[in-house]
């Protein structure tokens, strides 16, 4: 049996590392007829409640004109509407319109570019314009987005909403929004404006700090300014190292090198450090980064893997996990993540190229149809991934402390943490303070977990509780900030008091959207302004709903189930807590 799972997963990965073609994903908005009776998700195909958001009307505006009049309609006739982008990977409720007579605005035909100018090295594009169209269309001026997320299927609207980032602690630091220097919002207003208001923000409005951080609830954004670099060349190396002194070596890591980041695995003991600088654009090298797990992968692979994690859960077969982590790391790491050194082949470090052929990837969504054959691995259509992700930023100060608790649980569990590997570990990113009211508050680490979900939503995981512990242990011991993108809903409950000017948002926001019509349900719980985000049923604590306590019922090696309507305030982990009073 443990032969068969090696050879499956080694099968599977050489599946991966060499399928070049699949099919695109499916628009995640769905309508009926001519674009009435909708409903919206995200890439993934679930929200974290796993509800199905319903909508009366989608509208695909072209230019700037048509979305201003879709505005004004909607506020005249006092319809709820929500901003959709072309690719929807925000696994939160963002893009969910309030009731069934909402409106979704999709930005997916507001993607042109709209000025490069090379004196100022700034460049202006619409809303739907994606990361990767940037990346390209600046490289050929000779420009670059300094610092971006890893994934190129990202809108700029949407990830200015969700504070979306790369990895630095250098400069103005690795967040998107930060190198807006004016954008374009079109929001609801009176009759005074013709119902709907245009704003144009530059540097010198301090509402531009609500804006490029805005969750999407102040109107939609049409255009967006940033400020660009001369085109550079980076070179790349991956070190892996024993983790015993990460604690140590995390915070000054970060200053070290401009592009750093760590790949952690914990129950390996080990981290892959990331040295990453710019180099003389006369240095020779041609690579590009290809990163295997954004790569189109057969989609019988896709489903043999799938087969074989829910085995491993139904079966509590912890060492096949871990088995299957070792496979899935020490490939990634000989494949060097996906690294050319000559956009054909690795050859050996370091890699060295220009900076837009490195900074971000996504060529599963490249391809033509191929009647699903290949897909995106996540592709709800096929039988593949089906993942929690949990993404939170600790600030540097405390961030030593809060590795070594995570160590402390492995050390109890060596096991543990497995099933982080078989996603390739925790994702370590540097993030600097900024000026963003919903921005980074302090200089901090991000950490980006994924890891298994099982598709009956009563279903613990495996070791659930040691994943549940360490979310809660940063979101309530070390206070970190969640990813606005990219989290189960505890990670939001409570969290808008941690921002120092939570208050000059909502001022902004107030006098953007005085009727809500941009906020739906979750977005008014995650600001404070209507009950909590928290949802408790049966079964809740399982994907993150809500949080147990000591007086609610705990059913160890079956998961945990609050069965009350109170929310817990404290941090606590039914099935742990009695023999882990240490941490």
Known sequence: MVKFRRVLRSTCLFLLLFIVRCTPPEDHIKCVSENTNCTITNSYGTFPDRSICQAAYAAYPTTEEELISLVANAT?????????????????????PDGLDGLLISTKYLNRVLEIDLQSM??????????RQLIN???????????APYWWGLTIGGLLGTGAHGSTLWGKGSSVHDYVVALTIVSPSGPEDGFAKVRRLDESNSELNAAKVSLGVLGVISKVTLQLQPLFKRSISYVVKNDSDLGDEAASFGRQHEFADVTWYPSQRKAAYRIDDRVSSNTSGNGVYDFIPFRSTLSVGLALVRTTEENQESLHDAEGK????????????TSAYGLKNNGIAFTGYP??????????????????????????????????????????????????????????????????????????????????????YLGKQEDAIDFDITYFRSKDPGTPRL????????EQLALFKYGALPHWGKNRNLAFDGAINKYKNAGEFLRVKQMYDPFGLLSNEWTDQVLGLKGSVTIV????????????????????NKGYFCRTGKIYEKARVCTLIRKKKQL
């Open 76 to 96: 005249k006739a006092k319809r709820k509407m929500k901003v959709a982008t072309r690719f929807s990977h925000s696994i939160p409720k963002l893009a969910c």
């Open 122 to 131: 700034r460049m202006s594009v619409e809303s739907g314009v994606t990361q």
């Open 137 to 147: 269309e600046a490289a050929k001026a000779g420009l670059a987005l300094p610092y």
């Open 322 to 333: 871990c088995i299957s982590a070792r496979l899935t790391t020490t490939t990634l790491l």
């Open 351 to 436: 890699v060295i190229g220009y900076h837009n052929r490195l900074q971000s990837s996504g060529t599963c969504l490249d391809s033509p149809e191929d009647a699903l054959m290949t897909a995106c691995p996540w592709d709800p259509r096929v039988k593949g991934e089906y993942f929690l992700q949990t993404t939170f930023s600790i600030s540097l100060s405390v961030v030593k402390n809060f590795i070594q608790d995570v160590q402390k649980l492995v050390n109890l569990e060596p096991k543990g943490l497995c099933v982080l590997e078989q996603y390739n570990g925790i994702l370590m990113r540097y993030v600097k303070a900024s000026s963003a």
């Open 463 to 470: 070791y659930e509780g040691i994943l549940e512990e360490i």
């Open 537 to 556: 049923r049966e079964g809740c604590a399982l994907e993150g709903l809500c949080i147990c306590s000591e007086d609610i019922h705990c059913a160890p």
